[in-house]
């Protein structure tokens, strides 16, 4: 079953929701493309990009991080940003600080639902009944995309997206 929820700010901004509007496989751009390509690969109950895959064992990088639980560590390690794939305008402010206009802000989601319908792709052709969250945000300063396994007990971040004032937030469940 695929859920799809948003904060006011994202809903507000990718209504109507069209996942139909969201880019083609063909459409992404060639780095990007090539690390889906790569698919996912598991270590101790993680599910990792490949192209993220590091070699200290998750229970190794918890310990050293200081990380709760399996689901932050994936947070971590399946964290990019999604402004170094995408065409948009990241200009920077007197302070050094990255500015994004609100229209590539949404380009950025767009293009995270775009990666989300990937990912699950790429998960179900690794493991068919494993269920994931994906994570899309974008701010006035950058992007994010990031997925985890969904386990009992564990989060990432809080429940309710409207929390999250300063930047649209995106969560895309694929359970099987």
């Excluded at 507000?12 to 496989?25: D, F, H």
């Excluded at 560590?73 to 609100?102: K, M, R, T, W």
């Excluded at 998960?123 to 994010?144: E, K, L, M, P, Y």
Aim: with cysteine; glycine share 6%.
């Amino acid at each position: 079953m695929l859920t799809i929820r948003m904060n006011e700010s994202a809903a507000a901004a990718l209504q109507p929701l069209r996942l139909t509007a969201a880019l083609s496989a063909a459409d992404l751009h060639d780095e990007l493309r090539a690390k889906l390509s790569q698919g996912v690969v598991e270590s101790e109950g993680a599910l990792i990009f490949a192209a993220h895959h590091r070699s200290d064992s998750p229970t190794a990088a918890i310990a050293r991080m200081g990380w709760p639980d399996l689901t932050h560590y994936e947070c971590q390690v399946n964290s990019f940003h999604l402004e170094d794939y995408a065409p948009v305008e990241v200009a920077v402010l007197e302070d050094g600080q990255p500015q994004i206009n609100h229209a590539d802000q949404v380009g950025l989601l767009r293009l995270g639902l775009s990666v989300a319908d990937a990912v699950r792709s790429l998960v179900r052709a690794h493991t068919s009944r494993t269920a994931i969250r994906c994570i899309i945000s974008a701010n006035d300063t950058n992007g994010v995309f990031r997925f985890h396994r969904i386990r009992c007990g564990e989060q990432w971040g809080v429940h309710d997206l409207d929390q999250y004032r300063s930047e649209m937030a995106v969560t895309v469940d694929d359970q099987p």
